[in-house]
């Protein structure tokens, strides 16, 4: 291993401390980057490290709280009191969301401002809440939004059940571009505190980080890491997504970083759940 | 007396506004006006007429409570089509009438509008929606509620019906996920089939227990045994049309809700088809009659070729009757048994 690649890794080691499906050391670092044999891929491979946006479970417990406070703050001088805000975890049991509005709901004390709690999938209660309030704002709750894509399936689905006047907001701590668009077209305000540029994705076709050639040639080993994946390799719809949380890599995450699907042939440094062999 | 004033139209309910001049910025779309409500052609040409001439008449806008940005109440294609423009590079700006938040029921008046204009909305939200109406207004009487909200009687009605399922299985149609949502249609097409158990048979609904039955077929349509919702429909038109031959129907009715394995189609074709099928036959027979009576052939000079027709149709009539009666015609051109 060379000076830089040993003081590149015992960095990262730090930077993402706390990554909760597979903890990551300097073993685990090697054992990614001993994959790329030429010396300019490791090279190219641990530049990319750079453009991670990590999000340890710190700074996203931290942002929720202070997003959380700002919107009520907000809300309130707008006339809408906290007994008329409805608080909305968008996922099944076991996701982010619900953990995200678990969290907020202990340390924001939620229950005791009098803010509604509701599960998006509990439509009849819901749908029984809008109507009795008649107004407010609705606040979807999670750690991340990528595309949208997820997030407008299950708006388009709840939202011929809301009956009133609502402002309707998204507590997200980080969300890519692509996001921002998907709610702004589906009426939903995002409250966050990172916006996640196109163009600071070495990997997007929009971005000018890299010179062509190494971006070609990193598209090209993410692809090879699962040659079954769509996308190629780049993520969900090509995102190219370089924001990690402790809890999981998003899907939009390119699969450089998350491996082959069981972690074979190809091992990742931050393989999703659902990239781990069971 | 609210009632009668909202019947004149979610008009009535929306105050009159200011008037100001907004960018697309300003703007959010409408969350109840999803884009593929709109009709392409349409908006092309409004599209064009925009870009001409610019908004001529003003959207009218609320700004939410604690939103920054207006909300749209009428003027959404408009708005679309100024957002489309925009991103070819024209700038332009939307003249809009700003006025308060309609109140829960305006606003649940205009979702019915939107969708009685524009999109069919589902059976479920429509219920729900008709429900709140209901009870804010205290109105339950059909005329009126078909004024309020534009539906049909046959639309109330099938509301009303939904609603009077209980909660339990209401909620199996609120199910966020398509793939184990049951449909609210369900409940409309099950009531006929249900009322004909309690009614029919009432050993196996004490046996059952109401809920039990439903639960039996939905377990039933859980495990693909109904195909469709409509099928149904084929219980009871089996019913219907069996009319010498209901307590069969009824005996495959009590089988079809014990055994989970017994399909729909499987269990009723029978009385279903076969009575079509006779009924066009007989039918067929008359028509035959009618038409041979009608071309009047009794005193033709070349008979030949006529009776060779006849004999053909006399022979596949005597070749029915005969399996008809239960007898079987030999394979092969012998004579016919039993005549």
């Known amino acids: 291993m060379m000076l830089h690649e040993w003081w590149k890794c015992r960095r990262a080691v730090q930077k993402f401390q706390g990554y909760e499906p597979q903890p990551i050391t300097k073993e685990s670092l090697m054992r990614w980057l001993n994959q790329f044999q030429d010396p300019k891929d490791r090279k190219l491979v641990l530049s990319l490290l750079d453009s991670i946006l990590y999000l340890n479970e710190r700074d996203v417990q931290r942002a929720l709280l202070e997003l959380n406070r700002r919107l009520l703050h907000r809300l309130r001088e707008a006339g809408i009191p906290p007994d008329k805000v ?3 975890q968008i996922d099944d049991a076991g996701s982010s969301s619900p953990v995200m509005l678990n969290f907020l709901r202990n340390r924001a004390g939620l229950d005791r401002l009098g803010c509604k709690l509701v599960d998006s999938r509990n439509i009849r209660g819901f749908n029984e809440m809008t109507s009795q309030l008649g107004d407010g704002a609705i606040v979807y709750v999670d750690d991340f939004v990528g595309t949208g894509d997820q997030f407008a399936e299950v708006r388009e689905f709840i939202g011929d059940y809301i009956f009133g006047s609502f402002s309707e ?9 692509e996001g921002v668009h998907q709610l702004g077209r589906i009426g939903v305000e995002p409250i966050t505190k990172y916006v996640h540029s196109r163009s600071a994705r070495p990997l997007h076709d929009y971005s000018y980080i890299l010179d062509e050639a190494s971006k070609r040639r990193l598209i090209e080993l993410s692809a090879e890491m699962e040659p079954s994946c769509y996308y190629r390799g780049l993520g969900y719809k090509y995102t190219a997504g370089m924001v990690v949380l402790y809890r999981n890599a998003p899907d939009e995450l390119p699969r450089i970083f998350r491996g082959s699907i069981n972690q074979n042939p190809k091992v990742g440094i931050f393989p999703r759940h659902s990239d781990l062999p069971i | 007396m609210l009632a009668k004033k909202l019947t004149t139209g979610t008009a009535g309910v929306v105050p009159s506004g200011s008037l100001i001049q907004l960018s697309t910025t300003d703007i959010i779309a409408s969350r109840n006006n999803p884009r593929h409500l709109f009709d392409l052609p349409q908006l092309e040409a409004l599209k064009k007429n925009i870009s001409e001439h610019g908004v001529l008449v003003p959207i009218t806008v609320f700004r939410p409570k604690g939103q920054q940005k207006y909300s749209i109440l009428d003027g959404e294609r408009r708005y679309r089509c100024c957002v489309e423009l925009e991103e070819s590079g024209k700038q332009l700006t939307i003249p809009a009438n700003v006025v308060e938040p309609p109140t829960k029921i305006a606003g649940l008046l205009y979702m019915f509008s939107i969708h009685n204009f524009r999109e069919q909305w589902e059976l479920m939200p429509t219920a729900l929606g008709l429900k709140t109406v209901m009870e804010t207004l205290g109105e339950t009487d059909n005329d009126t509620l078909c004024k309020l909200t534009g539906l049909s009687e046959p639309q109330v009605e099938r509301c009303k019906k939904l609603l009077d399922v209980p909660d339990k299985y209401q909620q199996l149609s609120l199910d966020s996920n398509p793939e184990t949502r049951i449909p609210s249609n369900f409940w409309i097409e099950l009531h006929p089939v249900l009322s004909l158990v309690i009614e029919r048979l009432p050993k196996l609904a004490k046996e059952f227990t109401r809920d039990g039955v439903i639960d039996a077929l939905l377990a039933k349509y859980r495990a693909g045994q109904i195909k469709s919702v409509i099928h149904f429909r084929r219980i009871m038109e089996a019913y219907e049309v069996a009319e010498n031959n209901r307590e069969a129907v009824l005996h495959r009715l ?16 029978e009385f279903v088809v076969d009575n079509r099928r006779i009924q066009g036959a007989v039918d067929a027979c008359n028509q035959f009659l009618k038409d041979i009576d009608r071309l009047k ?3 033709t000079l070349d008979r030949k070729e006529l009776r060779d027709a006849l004999r053909k149709v006399r022979d596949y009539a005597d070749k029915l009757m005969a399996k008809l009666e239960g007898g079987d015609a030999p394979s092969s051109g012998g004579k016919i048994k039993g005549k």
């Open chain 2, 254 to 269: 009590d089988k079809y809700v014990r055994d989970i394995n017994l399909e729909t189609r499987e269990a009723f074709d």
């Open chain 1, 86 to 88: 409805i608080y909305v």
């Open chain 2, 297 to 299: 052939v009794d005193y």
């Open chain 1, 169 to 177: 907001f998204f507590l997200v701590p980080s969300i890519c571009e």
